[in-house]
């Protein structure tokens, strides 16, 4: 009998699953910033060039927010915080049914931008 059970619900979490996989929509959705930091301790200690430097950003209000976490060239790490917080990032949303969202990523465009900036940067 529990291996019945345990099949059943196996197999219709395999349903749930593959359903809001390939039902689901992507959307573009704005995100604040949240906050910005550096990667690891050597970077307290001015070493600028062996520095990785991370923004969160937040997307959603109150029990409903998700954060995303991405890696982010210097030059962001030493803007001002109301310069960053008055800007908007992109983000994919994968909005699903049954399931929860999730986030997959920043915006393709913002994100080869980024890249570009870190790769110049360092």
């Given amino acids: 009998m529990f291996f019945k059970l345990l099949t059943f619900g196996l197999l219709i979490g395999a349903g749930v699953f593959y359903y809001d996989k390939s039902k689901a929509e992507t959307e573009l959705r704005d995100a604040v910033f ?18 990785k430097y991370y923004m969160t950003v937040k997307l959603g209000e109150g029990r409903e927010s998700k954060f995303y976490k991405f890696r982010v060239p210097p030059s962001y790490y030493h803007r001002k915080q109301e310069e960053l ?4 990032f992109t983000l994919v949303w994968k909005k ?3 399931l929860p969202g ?20 360092n």
Avoid: F, N, W
């Fill in 102 to 121: 999730r986030i997959l990523g920043l915006e393709p465009e913002y994100q080869t931008e980024v890249d570009g900036l870190i790769e110049s940067e």
């Fill in 96 to 98: 699903k049914e049954l």
């Fill in 34 to 51: 949240s906050a910005i930091e550096a990667g690891e301790d050597r970077c307290k200690k001015m070493h600028e060039s062996l520095c």
């Fill in 85 to 88: 917080k008055a800007q908007k």
